[in-house]
């Protein structure tokens, strides 16, 4: 069955018509009562990024994830990503042991690369070892995973003798996802450890990615592993509301502030145009922004076309007013799910 659920990284960024940017601390309590309501309207997933810049409230997803385990009941709960490459794989993997612990077995953690760089020389990483420094770390983070005592030796981790690396998870398969944003060469390496896959779908139209996908289970298969192990994710930006000219009106504003700030840091991004953004949240592209019927009607497509086996709508994308985000997540876990299950329930 497919799991449905939303991501989020606590941007924090101008709402429409007031001047006023949200701060950090207001994001954040938000942010637990959002996580608390998508458990309530019986969304499957609720995972948050972690970034190091202004514009992003969260640095620390693992403690909203720890309070989110205290104060939900069903939901599970991941990073959306814990950037790998400029972390310690053992205090990643005793965080979110401590999460699943919390939670009951609830609890997962979606490792990458980092889109964004600024952890980098805020921990004294050096960003010419970007690839290599996730590489080591994923398999450091695997064997972690696998056993109790650690023997490790790396050319970027510490040297460790047969340690015991405590708490440990409360399931016996802790899961580990990795989030890409389409590379092939990442897609390749994730495939051939047979760990399941996220990857951002958040430009263009979305069908561009059937291909990748459809790559990344020949591999797997390739490689030996079975369907069950091949699992494939996707998050793609996106808004409810009750009609498809309020979704539209009310999301195009705070889009465009993230993009357009991405936009000075990244060259091959530009500043977002109505028409652009229009062209996003027709038929063919990325974003799912509309009424319920419009959303799961997409939603049942881009599910379809692509294979996956989880949804995360990011949302919001930039600030808005916490009541329109809470009638989104109403909206999704109530109208738009219930939709896109029954879809899917019928068909087999």
Do not use: C
Not at 88 to 102: L, S
Not at 201 to 228: C, H, Q
């Amino acid at each position: 069955m497919i799991e449905l659920g939303i991501s989020t990284f606590g941007e924090t960024t101008e709402i429409e018509g007031t001047g006023i940017i949200p701060t950090h601390d207001e994001r954040i309590r938000n942010m637990i009562e959002e996580m608390k309501l998508a458990d309530e309207v019986g969304l499957d997933l609720y995972a948050i990024g972690e970034h190091h810049r202004e514009d992003f409230a969260v640095s620390a997803p693992e403690i909203l994830l720890a309070v989110g385990a205290a104060v939900t009941k069903n939901i599970r709960l991941s990073s959306a990503v814990t950037v790998l490459s400029s972390s310690d794989p053992v205090r990643v993997y005793q965080q979110y042991a401590t999460i699943d612990a919390i939670s009951n077995g609830r609890a997962e953690v979606m490792v990458g690369r980092g889109s964004f760089t600024e952890s980098f020389p805020l921990f004294g990483y050096d960003l010419a070892d970007y690839e290599e420094l996730f590489d080591e770390k994923l398999a450091m983070l695997e064997k972690i995973k696998a056993n109790e005592k650690l023997t490790w030796e790396g050319k970027y981790t510490q040297k460790v003798e047969n340690k015991g690396v405590y708490p440990r998870s409360v399931q016996k398969d802790f899961p580990i996802w990795v989030a890409t944003g389409g590379n092939i060469e990442s897609t390749i390496k994730i495939a051939q450890k047979g760990l399941p896959i996220a990857y951002a779908i958040i430009g263009g139209e979305y069908r561009r990615f059937k291909g990748l996908v459809d790559y990344y289970k020949a591999i797997g298969r390739n490689t030996g592993y079975s369907d069950d192990r091949l699992k494939v994710a996707s998050h793609s930006w996106g808004f409810i509301a009750e009609t498809d000219e309020e979704a539209i009106k009310k999301y195009f504003h705070p889009t465009k502030q993230v993009v357009d700030a991405i936009s000075k840091d990244r060259p091959f991004w530009r500043p977002l145009t109505f028409e652009q953004y229009l062209n996003s949240v027709g038929p063919d592209g990325s974003m799912l922004v509309g009424s319920p019927e419009t959303v799961a009607s997409k939603l049942i497509d881009m599910i379809e076309t692509l294979g996956l086996d989880r949804f995360m709508l990011h949302l919001p994308l930039g600030s808005m007013p916490h009541e329109d985000i809470m009638k989104a997540i109403k909206l999704f876990g109530e109208e738009v799910a219930p939709r896109v299950r029954e879809y899917f329930k019928n068909k087999k």
